[in-house]
């Protein structure tokens, strides 16, 4: 068993589902062929997984965690000391992902349409995205502002991180501006005691 409590075939199934759901979108996922893909047999897959939908759900759980694990990751390397330099330096890397179409981009893209008509997936997706808000502002304000200021930063930084996502790549602004603006609005909005 892997640290996931997942067997190494049911976690190179998983990985084989994120690369074919990348590479194919929602649509090209299914048993036979993640079954051919992981060079197994679909009997195989199947023990392991016993629909599409359990596939799904097990693979974008990872998939979440393994992000999470990446944001705290890359928070504990920072050496940002103030809130505010804790503020930007999760806007520069929130950024990053907007003017380059990555794996991660794709994946999310294809993740939040098969939320739009599965019940399974649209709970592991809100839940991911308050486990994100959670680690982003409890690194960010680390206890200097209530929960009506972490609230108002989480309604800023995580909506505009995924539009700018798919966005950026046609604004006419400058990267450095847009971040510098952004840190500026959340900082206001996290500590205005309104």
Known sequence: MGANGRSAKETQILDCALRMLI???DAGLTLRKLAESSGMRLSNVQYYFKSRDDVLAAMVERYFDECTEHLLAITEESDAETP????RFLVDAGLAHG???SDMCRAFREIWAISSRNDVIDRCLMEYYRRFADAMVGYALDGTTGEAGRARLIALLVPYFEGYSVTARSLAMELDAIAEMLTD???RAALDEC
């Open 185 to 187: 609005m959340a900082m």
């Open 99 to 101: 003017h380059e179409i």
């Open 23 to 25: 590479e194919t979108g």
């Open 84 to 87: 505010r330099d804790r503020v």
